[in-house]
């Protein structure tokens, strides 16, 4: 395989979770997207990309089973975690650390407003998430958002200095500053449910949890290497980070993320098994919260081929072949 193309790991294949969308898919998709554009936020290149991708897509893989009140919110979430994606790429650290501060600051102060875009767009989803998210989930929630904040500004740092970090300094980062946590605690609100704080500190449901977290991540940096390469962006993903660390090329460290992915997906499995045995101690929320997190590792890996997010026009091929063929910067 030459340096010009490469193959990504068939972890459809290797994934034992069954798939589903949502059914109100169609008409919280249509209201969201408008939703977005109607702020202005993005430039007419980044809200085309932003669209393109079809964000809402993906969260109708990932919440099936949510009501259409909290899946238009879940919606609305996806898209403004992508806005301040999409702004904060393009931004040192200190910019980033700002943007991600209006969005938290939104988040934790009731009448915290600086007149921006950002500011409306964060306190309307606010205001959706309010009407019916328990409290242990809205505190855990906004924890989130902090280490969610502090990550994005420290990506944006490593970004400028061009540093690559080591593997276990990245996988901590990335747990962060993908913002799986915030998106994993949506769970409770769509499901109906707020567990207490001592599930979140039980050996057993951790295990899973991070497994969980750790699949979406790997997976999706294997996806959009060639997105985030194109864009000078490479240095925040496990791809390069493998690569520099264990002087792979492309392809081995592609090899190795299917063979982690496969391995997370083990003891996902295993530790799913342990927890069944506690004969619900932990309580009827935690096997929903568990479905919850397959839901959110098939329906990624569904969603990254179904849109033109990762693989542009190519997207079905891609899923296909496998094949990768990397492009320019003028192509992204």
């Known amino acids: 395989m030459s340096a010009q193309q490469f193959t990504l790991p068939d972890l459809l294949a290797v994934c034992p979770f069954k798939g589903s969308t949502n059914p109100h898919y169609f008409r919280a998709a249509a209201e969201s997207s408008a939703w977005v554009k109607s ?23 990932a919440y099936p089973y949510a ?11 996806v898209n403004l975690l992508f806005v301040v994606d999409e702004v904060s790429d393009d931004q040192n650290g200190k910019d980033a650390r700002g943007t991600g501060d209006v969005f938290r600051n939104v988040m934790r102060y009731p009448d915290w407003d ?8 964060t306190r309307e989803f606010k205001e959706r998430l309010l009407a019916s998210i ?5 505190r855990r929630f906004l924890m989130h958002c902090d280490n969610y904040v502090d990550a994005v500004a420290q990506e944006a740092e490593y970004r400028e200095r061009g540093q690559v970090l080591d593997v276990a300094s990245f996988q901590r980062l990335r ?3 993908s913002a799986i946590r915030l998106c994993f605690g949506l769970f409770e609100y769509a ?6 704080d001592r599930i979140f500190q039980d050996e057993h ?14 997976s999706n940096d294997v996806y959009s290497y060639d997105m985030e390469q194109a864009k000078g962006h490479a240095g925040n993903n496990i791809v390069t980070v493998l690569m520099r660390q264990y002087d792979l090329d492309l392809q081995a460290a592609s090899n190795l993320v299917g063979e982690h992915f496969e391995e997370l997906t083990e003891r996902f499995v295993k530790a799913r098994k342990e927890l069944s045995r506690l004969d619900g101690s932990l309580g009827d929320g935690v096997a929903k919260y568990v479905e919850a997190m397959e839901h959110w590792v098939i329906g990624n890996l569904e969603w990254s081929f179904e849109s033109q997010r ?15 063929v990397l492009s320019s910067s003028e192509e992204h």
């Open 39 to 61: 702020f202005n936020v993005l430039s007419a290149r980044k809200l085309a990309f932003l669209l393109q991708g079809s964000s809402e897509l993906l969260v109708s893989h």
């Open 67 to 77: 009501p259409y009140e909290q899946f238009r919110t879940c919606c609305d979430f």
């Open 114 to 121: 600086d007149g921006s875009a950002l500011a409306k767009m």
């Open 134 to 138: 328990g409290p242990n989930s809205y």
């Open 175 to 177: 747990r962060e500053n």
């Open 191 to 196: 499901l109906g449910i707020d567990l207490p």
């Open 205 to 218: 449901f951790m295990t899973l949890y991070w497994a969980a977290a750790d699949m979406v991540c790997w």
């Open 310 to 324: 990762y693989f542009g026009i190519q997207h079905s091929k891609v899923k296909d072949t496998l094949v990768v």
